[in-house]
Every structure is written in C-alpha cells, then in structure tokens.
C-alpha cells in the first residue's frame, strides 16, 4: 500500500467539498480517479498535495503517517502532481526545467553536468530520450511539455504520481504515448492516481477504479468487473440512459456552404462542405488537423488565405467577426478560460456580451432585461449558480461551459460553430448541451461540431466529416461510420 | 458544489466600494483624532510625542474650511482619474496623462494670450489632449504595441510639446480670475460677486461631481461602458464576440485624454499661467488615486467613484500632514505606505473567491 486515505473531509464554510473519501494506491499500479465536476476531485488532490489541510481523516504514505501541511512538504515526499493547466516555466530549456527548484549546485553555482545527468536520466525514465534538452519548452508540443512534466516529477523521486485530465489537450497518437509512460512508470513501482472523464481511456490504463460523488467515494474495485453504465450510475447517482438523446430533425437547404477553404500552414488545406438547416455536423481528427482553424477562419478571427464562405445563397467576408455574428454564427470557443468567457465578470455579461443591444436601448444597456435575459438562459441551461451576478470563473467548468454556450442562444445564432464544446466538463453538462444542440436543430439551426470524442460524434451528428492533416479526406452520413473507420480516415489511412 | 455561494460573499466583495469609502473614513477619522490629541497635549511641549503634535491653534481637521479645501485640490487628480479609469478597466494604462495635462494647459494659456475667448482656449487644451489619446490609441491598437510602452514614450514627446509650445517658459496671459474658465478652480467668495461663504467650493468640483455621475452611468450602463469592461477583462473574448477592439481602444484612450485634457484647463485655472513643466509626476498619482479607488491593472475591473475616493483619500492625507506641520517626506512616505496598503488590503479582501 503506496498511499492511504481514511475518512478525508474537508469544508469550505457551509460548502462540503468532502464528505468522507477513502482511497487506496498501490505501488506499481494505476488508479482511476473517476467522478462529475464537482464531485470533489480537485479538492482531494489539493488535500494530498498540502495545499489544503482536512478538517478530518488520515492520511498514510508507505505505512507512515502523512500530513503535509504545504505543497513542498507533500512533493518532499514523493507525492507529483501533473495538472491541467502545465506548469512548466515556457522560457527555460527542457533541461533547466528537469530540475527546477532541486537544481544541483556547488557553493551556490550550478553544477551543469550533474544537471545534464539528471535530466537524461529523467527523461530515459519516460522513455522519451530523444527530447532536446537545450531548447526552451514553449518550443515543444503541448504533448512533448507534459511527458517532459512527468520526467520532472521522476527526477524529484516521486513515489506518488497524481495526473489531472492529462489527455484534454492531446490527440490519439499523445494519448497512446501518453500510456506507454504511464505503464513504465507503473512496472519502476510508482504509484498513479489517473483522472479523467474518459471511461474508456480509464479502462486501457488504469486497473482499478474509484468514485467519488458528492465528496464521498461511493464505490472502488476492478474496472474489468464493471461496465460503463455502473460507473456512470456511480458518478451521477442516476442513470443517464439517454446521453444522446434522439430527436427528430429533418434536414433542409445548405445554410453554411465552405469552398476551398485555405488558411496559413496549410491548415486548411483547401477544405469544402456544405451544412444543412437542421443539420448536426461533425469535424473529426485528430489534434492540428485543421479543424479548430475552419472554424475560426469561417468566423472571421482568422485570417482565410483562399476559398469562400457563402451563407444562405449570400458570401460571408473573411476576417470580420462582426459581420459573421450579424449573419447568424455563432462561436463556440475551445478554450473557454484563454477566450470563451470573462472570467471575472458576470454571468449576466458573459451571455450577453455579442448582442447587447437586444438588453439596451440607445445606447444604454437595461440592467433588468439582461439579467432577465439572463436568467432565462440560467434556467433553460441548469446552469448551477447561486445569481446570474456571479463571477463566471467561480463556476465549475461545466457550468462556465454552459455560460459560454448560453452566449449563441442569446444571439440567436443559426449557424454554431461549435469546438470541443464538452471538452473537460461533467456527464450532467454533457447531457444539457448535447441536448441543446439537438433542439436547436430541430428548430432548423445548422451545428458543426469540433470534437475529438468518438462516441459524442457517433451519438449527435447527422453527417462526420474526418480531417487529415488539413484536409478534409471523408464526408459520410453518421450510419457509415464507426470508431474504428474513424480514426483510420483520421489517422489518413483509409 | 465546489462552486461558492452568493451569501456567502462578504458585503465587502458584494459592494466593492465600501472598501474604499471606509478607508477614506479612517483617514479623515484619523486626522481629526490626531489634531484634537496635539490641541490637549499642545500645553505640554516637552512631552516625547510633543514632536509629532507641534503647536498649532487650530484643533479640528474636519472644519467647513478644509473640507472645501480638499475637495479643491482634489479636482485636478480627481478628473484625470476619471479618464484614467476608463483606460485602466480595459486594461491599459497611461504614463502620459501628466505630461498632457501640461500640455493642454499651455495651449490653452497660449490661445489665451493670444486674445481668444477662454472657452475656446478651453476647448482647444481638451482636443489636444483628445488628439494625444487618439495617437496612444492609434499606436496601441494599430501596431499592437505595450500600453505602458507606447505611452512611457508620448509621456516625453507631450512633455517636449509643451515646452515647445511654451517656449521653454511660464505663459502668461492677462486674465482676470474671476472671467472665463479661471472661476473653475477659484472660491465663489474670493469671485467678490456672490455672497457665499468663504467654504463652498469652487464650481469645478461641481463639474467633476457631474462628470463622475455621468462616467459611472457610461462605464456601467451604456454599451460602450460594458464593451470597455469586456475588453479588459479579456480581449480575446472580446473579439469572439464581434467587439471591434480596435477601434474601441482608440476611442477608450480618446476618451481618457478628454478627462486628461479637463484636468489640463483645471491646472490652467488653478495657477492662471500655463507652466510646461506643471503636473509632473501626477501620471503616477493619477494611476494611484484609481487603484487605491478598487481598480486592478489587469484590466476589467474599477470604478470611477472608486477612482474619485481614491483620489480624495490622497488629497485627505496631504492636507492633513500639512496641518499637523508634518515635513513633506513623511507625506510622501504616508502616501507611498497607502497605496501599497490600499492594494494589499483589496488581494486579501478578494482572496479565496476564486
């Protein structure tokens, strides 16, 4: 037994953010720490990083008592944590961030081939030997910045491997070498605790599993012994029998018609579709595929090099995001902290912000009818907040995600350009907007859909598009598609 | 669940201004306490803190008098504040504003001497400066250039311009005090033509009274005001949702050198010359007075009344070392720990809302 929880609870004034979690990792094992947004995962991972100290419980590292009362304590002792957001310093080379804050040093000056050693050591233990150790890391790829994260927690000694939604920002091939470390590091005896929304991705690499709900953990054993049904009765304590719901939509015209579509970089690549009225559209691929870049360069927030944009039967501009939201689309960012939201401002102000003037009247904005407006979409979204005159970036993200989608309904948008709408949220939010989406195209709107989940693109949409490497290589109704033949397109095998 | 309650946020956070307010309290609290202890113990000179409460008659701060008179020499920091407001909540900044004000002031006393009309010369200060904050603007968003940058340089050419303008000298101009703009900045009663007490103040604080009204209701109400917020609290989101942040900061900085260039015609008439090496420095007191007043120089968050508190605590905490006979380093000492303190107190208040 690595690490041992007994009993952790922890309360934020009248907020119980847990309310009893016993945990168990093994030494050379993967744990999968698996619950909604909310359920209190983060704030457990604060609890056995220092961050935070519990009202109640204990904790064991290896037998012995452990209660680290700051962050420093906790990684002195083996405990790493590898979070969403990396933490590396983007301007220092690989090799100085191998080493930070345990730089070696004689009298002061660092000792430079002791450095070198370690960090080729650091790196050999995640197999990635090949990284350039004298480069800065803004330079890699956010894939390449995450193993060279985990490396740093492996030169620190640790015992303990905590990683946090590591593959959110990652495509299939990352994720897969993602895994290989994982596993190696597992056979040298390090404990893992693995977080994710991904039930599948849990499946392939951890061996045991771990609920939490409410701030309890409700139920652990043998992934192999439980299908995803019961981990998902688990987690939402409920039964999502209709995740994907099935409405009926028919399709009409070509609203959105993309020609030729080229962008810098190739990205696209001279990419043409057409999406229907009441049309569910998926872009499938893989990460740097182009996708996110169609998007944009439809809108207008960057620059199209070539091609053309036509909106019912009328051709958009390039570059003018103003006129594209006056024409009816509507962008769904896919980074909702960097771009999608405000995050220091209102719920009020976040959903109304691109069409004010449906609140105002010469010039002035109504306080009451945007937060009529506002709470409008509150109730029609479930967004769980106490006013619409919180600060957005006190929400969880799957209720920041439902403000940000709440923003295209305010201005009535009829043309979504949706990208990696449910990327990092829980279940509960993922079955509100895969909800809204289907309504909206009942209604005649046209959804394009950006998303690197293959079950939530099998589930929603009418037709999948698959890109490649800026192209868009296969358009096929939703019925001649499976996970398999989608990832080969993407994969550019077909 | 993770997410935190409403009622569970302090009224502190709920009104942000109270902080503020409250500190402007203390001070002037503070003061008056101070000023009645020295009045006790002014019969005992060879007491130890004898050195701190020297001698003076006077033994209330919170007189008519000095009320009227801080409110006075609150004007000029006050109306750059305003501006400088509306720049910093869309996040940035201007290290120009004191060498503008110079500036307007000197074109103004320029036309002046030159025999134009005093609102003309009023006008043409405004527009300078309006001029300046279009080319800060026009910089800054055209050639997506550092506010802090950008402005740090039109801090020097402004500064330069003035003294151009001024010939490197005072311009003076004959003027009465109590004609034109001059009755702005000067006591109704010293007008001669009115029978007021010697305390009310002069109408310019009335204007800068309007004005912040009339800013708070921009900043808060109009859609421009919300599309300031917006674009300070984050660009990007701006321009997701078709703001043209382009445009938006130029007319943000034109805007703020409207505000700056009023400040310029209160220095004019306040000294009734157009001195180009006036208001240096004021930048920093400007900036100060819309921090301490709740501002974050991140952008997307502050308030013009904020800014105007701040900017009156400043002016509370001169006024009152001056009348306890303090030395003029210990003001600026006592004015350095404020705005630090003010800042300090603000990160502790919002820590653990997010």
């Given at each position: 037994?690595?690490?041992r929880?007994?009993?952790?609870?922890?309360?934020?004034?009248?907020?119980r953010a847990?309310?009893?979690?016993?945990?168990?990792?093994?030494?050379?094992?993967v744990?999968?720490?698996?619950?909604?947004?909310?359920?209190?995962?983060?704030?457990l991972?604060k609890?056995?990083?220092g961050a935070?100290?519990?009202?109640?419980?204990?904790?064991?590292?290896?037998?012995?008592?452990?209660?680290?009362?700051?962050?420093?304590?906790?990684?002195?002792a083996?405990?790493?944590m590898?979070y969403?957001?990396?933490?590396?310093?983007l301007?220092?080379t690989?090799?100085?961030?191998l080493?930070?804050?345990?730089e070696?040093?004689?009298?002061?000056?660092?000792?430079?081939?002791?450095?070198?050693?370690?960090?080729?050591?650091?790196?050999?233990?995640?197999n990635?030997?090949?990284?350039?150790?004298?480069?800065?890391?803004?330079?890699?790829s956010?894939?390449?910045?995450?193993?060279v994260?985990i490396?740093?927690?492996?030169a620190?000694?640790?015992?303990?491997i905590?990683?946090?939604e590591?593959?959110?920002?990652?495509?299939?091939?990352d994720?897969?070498?993602?895994?290989?470390?994982?596993?190696?590091?597992?056979?040298k005896?390090?404990?893992?605790?693995y977080?994710?929304?991904?039930?599948?991705?849990?499946?392939?690499?951890?061996?045991?599993?771990?609920?939490?709900?409410?701030?309890?953990?409700?139920?652990?054993?043998?992934l192999?012994?439980?299908?995803?049904?019961?981990?998902?009765?688990?987690?939402?304590g409920?039964?999502v029998s209709?995740?994907?719901?099935q409405?009926?939509?028919t399709?009409?015209?070509?609203?959105?018609?993309?020609?030729?579509?080229?962008?810098?970089?190739s990205?696209?690549?001279?990419v043409?579709?057409a999406?229907?009225r009441?049309?569910?559209?998926g872009?499938?691929?893989?990460i740097?595929?182009?996708?996110?870049e169609?998007?944009?360069?439809?809108?207008?927030?960057?620059?199209?090099?070539?091609?053309?944009?036509?909106?019912?039967?009328?051709?958009?501009?390039?570059?003018?995001?103003?006129?594209s939201?006056?024409?009816?689309?509507?962008?769904?960012?896919?980074?909702?902290?960097?771009?999608?939201?405000?995050l220091?401002?209102?719920?009020?102000?976040?959903?109304?912000?691109?069409r004010?003037?449906?609140?105002?009247?010469?010039?002035?904005?109504?306080?009451?009818?945007?937060?009529?407006?506002?709470?409008?979409?509150?109730k029609?979204l479930d967004v769980?907040?106490?006013?619409?005159?919180?600060?957005?970036?006190?929400?969880?993200?799957?209720?920041?995600?439902?403000?940000?989608f709440g923003?295209?309904?305010?201005?009535?948008?009829?043309i979504l350009?949706?990208?990696?709408?449910?990327?990092?949220i829980?279940?509960g939010?993922?079955?509100?907007?895969?909800?809204?989406?289907l309504?909206?195209?009942?209604?005649g709107?046209?959804?394009?859909?950006?998303?690197?989940?293959?079950?939530?693109?099998?589930?929603?949409?009418d037709?999948?598009?698959?890109?490649?490497?800026?192209?868009?290589?296969?358009?096929?109704?939703?019925?001649?598609?499976?996970?398999?033949?989608?990832?080969?397109?993407a994969?550019?095998?077909? | 669940?993770?997410?935190?309650?409403l009622?569970?946020?302090?009224?502190l956070?709920?009104?942000?201004?109270?902080g503020?307010?409250?500190?402007?309290?203390?001070?002037l609290?503070l003061f008056e306490?101070?000023?009645?202890v020295?009045?006790?113990?002014?019969?005992?000179?060879?007491?130890?803190?004898?050195?701190f409460?020297?001698?003076?008659?006077?033994y209330?701060?919170?007189?008519?008098?000095t009320?009227?008179?801080?409110?006075?020499q609150?004007?000029?920091?006050?109306?750059?504040?305003?501006?400088?407001?509306?720049?910093?909540?869309?996040?940035?900044i201007?290290?120009?504003a004191?060498?503008?004000?110079?500036l307007?002031?000197?074109?103004?006393?320029a036309?002046?001497?030159?025999?134009?009309?005093?609102w003309?010369?009023a006008?043409?200060?405004?527009?300078?400066?309006?001029?300046?904050?279009?080319?800060?603007?026009?910089v800054?968003?055209?050639?997506?250039?550092?506010?802090?940058?950008?402005?740090?340089?039109?801090?020097?050419?402004?500064?330069g311009?003035?003294?151009?303008v001024?010939d490197?000298?005072?311009?003076?101009?004959?003027f009465?005090?109590?004609?034109?703009?001059?009755?702005l900045?000067?006591?109704?009663?010293?007008?001669?033509s009115?029978?007021?007490?010697?305390?009310?103040?002069?109408?310019?604080?009335i204007?800068?009274?309007?004005?912040?009204?009339?800013?708070?209701?921009?900043?808060?109400?109009?859609v421009?005001?919300?599309?300031?917020?917006?674009?300070?609290?984050?660009?990007?989101?701006?321009?997701l949702?078709?703001?043209?942040t382009?445009?938006?900061?130029?007319?943000?900085?034109?805007?703020?050198?409207?505000?700056?260039?009023?400040?310029?015609?209160?220095?004019?008439a306040?000294?009734?010359?157009?001195?180009?090496?006036?208001?240096t420095?004021?930048?920093?007191?400007?900036?100060?007075a819309v921090?301490i007043?709740?501002?974050?120089?991140?952008?997307g968050?502050?308030?013009?009344?904020?800014?105007?508190?701040g900017?009156l605590?400043?002016?509370?905490?001169?006024?009152?070392?001056?009348q306890?006979?303090?030395?003029?380093?210990?003001?600026?000492?006592?004015i350095?720990?404020?705005?630090?303190?003010?800042?300090?107190?603000?990160?502790?208040?919002?820590?653990?809302?997010?």
């Open positions: 037994m690595r690490l929880l007994r009993g952790i609870e922890k309360s934020f004034g009248a907020t847990l309310a009893g979690v016993d945990l168990e990792a093994h030494a050379g094992e744990l999968a720490l698996i619950g909604e947004n909310g359920a209190g995962k983060s704030t991972m609890v056995i990083s935070h100290s519990p009202d109640a419980g204990t904790m064991e590292l290896d037998g012995q008592p452990f209660a680290p009362h700051q962050p420093r304590e906790s990684s002195d083996g405990i790493a590898i969403q957001e990396l933490t590396l310093a301007h220092l690989t090799e100085e961030n080493v930070l804050g345990r070696p040093a004689k009298l002061g000056w660092i000792d430079r081939r002791r450095r070198r050693e370690i960090a080729r050591a650091a790196l050999e233990t995640v990635h030997a090949h990284l350039p150790l004298d480069v800065p890391v803004r330079e890699l956010v894939a390449e910045r995450q193993i994260e490396a740093r927690a492996c620190s000694g640790a015992r303990v905590i990683l946090d590591p593959t959110s920002s990652l495509g299939r091939a994720v897969q070498n993602l895994f290989h470390v994982i596993a190696a590091l597992a056979a005896g390090v404990a893992l605790i977080i994710s929304h991904f039930l599948e991705e849990c499946r392939e690499v951890a061996k045991r599993y771990l609920v939490l709900r409410d701030g309890r953990s409700v139920g652990g054993g043998v192999k012994e439980i299908d995803d049904n019961g981990l998902i009765r688990l987690m939402v409920r039964e209709e995740l994907y719901p409405l009926p939509h399709l009409g015209e070509p609203l959105l018609k993309v020609e030729k579509l080229a962008g810098p970089d990205k696209p690549r001279g043409s579709f999406v229907r009441g049309e569910v559209f872009l499938a691929g893989l740097g595929a182009g996708r996110t169609i998007l944009r360069s439809v809108f207008g927030l960057d620059q199209a090099s070539a091609g053309s944009v036509v909106v019912a039967g009328t051709p958009l501009r390039f570059g003018r995001p103003r006129e939201l006056a024409r009816g689309l509507g962008l769904l960012s896919e980074n909702r902290k960097e771009e999608g939201l405000l220091n401002r209102d719920l009020a102000d976040n959903f109304t912000l691109s004010l003037d449906t609140v105002a009247s010469r010039g002035f904005v109504s306080r009451r009818r945007q937060l009529a407006a506002s709470n409008e979409l509150i029609r769980r907040t106490k006013s619409a005159e919180q600060a957005v970036g006190t929400l969880s993200g799957g209720n920041q995600q439902k403000v940000a923003r295209l309904l305010h201005q009535q948008a009829t350009l949706l990208d990696e709408p449910t990327r990092g829980d279940v939010a993922k079955a509100v907007l895969y909800r809204q989406m309504e909206l195209a009942q209604t709107c046209a959804v394009v859909l950006v998303s690197s989940y293959l079950p939530e693109l099998l589930g929603l949409c037709t999948i598009g698959v890109m490649c490497r800026g192209e868009l290589v296969a358009v096929r109704p939703r019925d001649q598609w499976d996970e398999h033949s989608l990832m080969t397109a994969l550019g095998r077909e | 669940m993770s997410t935190p309650s009622h569970r946020l302090s009224w956070k709920r009104y942000p201004l109270l503020p307010l409250f500190g402007l309290l203390f001070v609290g306490i101070m000023v009645y020295r009045h006790l113990y002014s019969d005992y000179p060879t007491e130890p803190w004898a050195h409460f020297p001698l003076e008659p006077r209330n701060f919170l007189t008519a008098y009320i009227g008179l801080t409110l006075t609150t004007v000029i920091v006050a109306t750059g504040a305003l501006g400088m407001t509306v720049i910093i909540v869309a996040g940035g201007d290290l120009s004191g060498s503008v004000v110079a307007a002031s000197v074109i103004s006393a036309i002046l001497r030159s025999g134009h009309s005093s003309l010369a006008l043409a200060g405004i527009l300078s400066a309006m001029l300046v904050g279009a080319v800060n603007g026009g800054i968003s055209g050639f997506r250039m550092m506010p802090f940058i950008v402005t740090l340089g039109m801090m020097g050419i402004a500064r311009l003035a003294k151009w001024g490197n000298q005072t311009v003076n101009y004959n009465k005090s109590t004609e034109g703009v001059n009755i900045m000067n006591n109704p009663a010293q007008l001669g009115w029978d007021v007490p010697l305390w009310v103040p002069p109408s310019g604080v204007v800068l009274l309007l004005l912040t009204v009339v800013m708070s209701f921009v900043l808060n109400r109009s421009f005001g919300r599309h300031v917020f917006a674009l300070g609290s984050n660009e990007d989101t701006a321009r949702c078709g703001l043209r382009r445009l938006l900061k130029v007319g943000v900085y034109v805007l703020g050198g409207l505000f700056i260039g009023l400040a310029g015609v209160f220095t004019l306040r000294l009734q010359q157009g001195d180009p090496t006036v208001a420095g004021l930048e920093l007191e400007i900036i100060a921090v007043g709740g501002a974050s120089l991140t952008g968050v502050g308030s013009v009344w904020g800014a105007v508190i900017a605590m400043m002016t509370a905490l001169k006024s009152g070392a001056v306890m006979g303090w030395p003029s380093y210990v003001q600026e000492i006592i350095g720990l404020v705005i630090v303190l003010a800042v300090g107190v603000d990160k502790i208040r919002h820590r653990g809302g997010s």
